[in-house]
């Protein structure tokens, strides 16, 4: 019988090797919000920074770029509902021009600097009950310790089998016996670890917001990519022609169109 050892490949993050390409708090925006999109129960076309991020206040979907007037002097990009006229019953909220929610974000951020104290401490709060994995490193390191030990008592069986003659037909028993008790233990691993990985991204998130809050001082004199991407859970827009911007703690801030 062959066993198959499929080892893991390490991968290396060495800091200060080399003059950064993207600053290490852009890097680690980036890669929350890639893994935020993974992460989606539903579908999503677009790589722009408002894509996943508007919703409908109707329907619930997302909100899509559309382009009006492609071949002529008046063409714009605007952005509506995707299920606006699907349906029976047609979604009734408004589309929006990139520089109109850029503007209602700013005026968001005026409002949300005046609540910066309250909003950093709630901000550690999440951390503190919603980022901790001491109890899915537990589980793992018990999943690990119960893995090692089937994954010896196969070996021993097979080393066995090779230099015993035995029934084979009890020795395949045995062996599947303990199959069976190993595969369950990996899917719970498999749980585990994926709980472990959103807690991290979630993590992320929350210090990306308490980072990018803490660099604002007055005034935001213009749209801030880093800001939206790190503040920002997600915007419905609503048929009254308010947007909310749910941030990432939690906090919402509603602002007329």
Request: proline fraction near 2%; glycine fraction near 4%; include cysteine.
């Amino acid at each position: 019988m062959l066993i198959l050892l499929f080892l893991p490949i390490h991968q290396y993050y060495i800091e200060e090797s080399h003059p950064a390409i993207i600053v290490p708090e852009e890097f680690e925006l980036v890669q929350a919000e890639l893994l935020r999109r993974q992460n989606l129960r539903r579908q999503y076309n677009g790589k722009s920074i408002f894509a996943a991020r508007l919703v409908c206040g109707d329907c619930g979907n997302f909100f899509g770029a559309k382009v009006w007037h492609s071949n002529s002097k008046y063409r714009q990009v605007i952005w509506q509902c995707n299920h606006k006229f699907q349906g029976v019953c047609k979604c009734q909220t408004p589309h929006l021009q990139e520089s109109v929610i850029q503007q209602r974000f700013q005026a968001a951020v005026q409002e949300l600097l005046q609540k910066r104290k309250a909003i950093l401490e709630n901000c550690q709060v999440m951390l503190e009950l919603l980022t901790d994995c001491t109890d899915l490193e537990y589980q793992l390191q018990e999943l690990e310790t119960q893995k090692m030990r089937i994954s010896e008592q196969v070996q021993g069986y097979v080393r066995e089998n090779s230099e015993i003659v035995q029934d084979q037909e009890k020795y395949e028993e045995r062996y599947q016996a303990l199959v069976g008790q190993y595969e369950p233990l990996q899917k719970q691993e498999t749980t585990l670890q994926e709980q472990r990985a959103e807690r991290l991204a979630r993590r992320e998130q929350i210090q990306g917001f308490q980072r990018a809050l803490n660099g604002q001082n007055g005034m935001l004199p213009e749209f801030d990519t880093q800001l939206w991407l790190a503040a920002v859970e997600k915007a419905v827009v609503h048929r009254d022609g308010k947007i909310m911007f749910v941030l990432k703690d939690g906090t919402e801030l509603v602002q007329k169109i």
